[in-house]
């Protein structure tokens, strides 16, 4: 089992559409998760952070199921510039991170 | 505010030359550092990650090194390339818990 796993799509939705993508994980003592977004052949940007109790902003939402181990990222009302990889991390030590293969998503107008 | 650059951003080799990519970074001192690469379509590979100068900790075996000479830069080099070193290789810094990434080089091997 892969120690972080993702859905590599790609997701085709319609633009406004409402988008779901879910990420689990294996180290059952990762205590940092993190959603990043990467555009075609640039580095990865961090979209948020997502936190035990739920976060949002603006129009994404992140959630984290510990006892699961699942984390999910939710964009509602989809643009045309939401198009990207999307990339789940989790905290593996102090140090290292362990990343996705990320899904892809292309919003369709 | 911090920024992390690395060059060049593309670079095209040949089989068997060497290879020298640098990163620096500018806002904090001692960060971790670190060096991935992604190969086309595929998700980030930890190569090297650093906490300070001089130390150096490898995650996967081959034809690559890292050194750390000094503390805002972070150096990945290779004796002879592969064809199968060919990607995206990207420098990134750790700050409260997330990782900040430059711009990337990416690295065609012929």
């Known amino acids: 089992r892969k120690e972080v796993e993702q859905d590599p799509g790609p997701f085709n939705v319609p633009e406004g559409a409402t988008v779901a993508f879910n990420c689990t994980y294996s180290?059952?003592?990762?205590?940092?998760f993190f959603w990043y977004r990467q555009d075609c052949r640039k580095e990865p940007k961090l979209l948020m952070s997502?936190?035990?109790?739920?976060n949002e902003d603006g129009r994404f939402t992140a959630q984290l199921n510990r006892a699961s181990q699942y984390i999910s990222l939710l964009i509602r009302d989809s643009k045309l510039s939401d198009s990207a990889t999307y990339l789940c991390?989790?905290?593996?030590?102090?140090?290292?991170?362990?990343w996705g293969a990320g899904t892809k998503l292309i919003i369709k107008p | 505010s911090q920024t992390i650059h690395q060059w060049p951003a593309t670079l095209v080799q040949p089989v068997g030359s060497p290879l020298s990519l640098e990163c620096t970074v500018e806002?904090?001192?001692?960060?971790?550092l670190y060096w991935y690469r992604q190969a086309a379509g595929r998700g980030l590979q930890l190569l090297f990650y650093?906490?300070?100068?001089?130390?150096i900790s490898s995650e996967v075996p081959q034809n690559l090194s890292a050194s750390r000479p000094q503390d805002r830069q972070f150096i990945l080099s290779s004796k002879k390339l592969l064809l199968s070193d060919s990607g995206f290789y990207l420098c990134?810094?750790?700050?409260?818990?997330?990782?900040?990434f430059g711009p990337g080089t990416r690295l065609t091997v012929l």
């Open positions: 990134a810094w750790r700050g409260n818990g997330e990782q900040f």
């Open positions: 997502v936190y035990s109790s739920g």
């Open positions: 650093s906490v300070g100068i001089g130390q």
């Open positions: 806002g904090t001192s001692n960060p971790n």
């Open positions: 180290n059952s003592a990762s205590q940092s």
């Open positions: 991390v989790v905290t593996a030590s102090n140090y290292q991170l362990i």
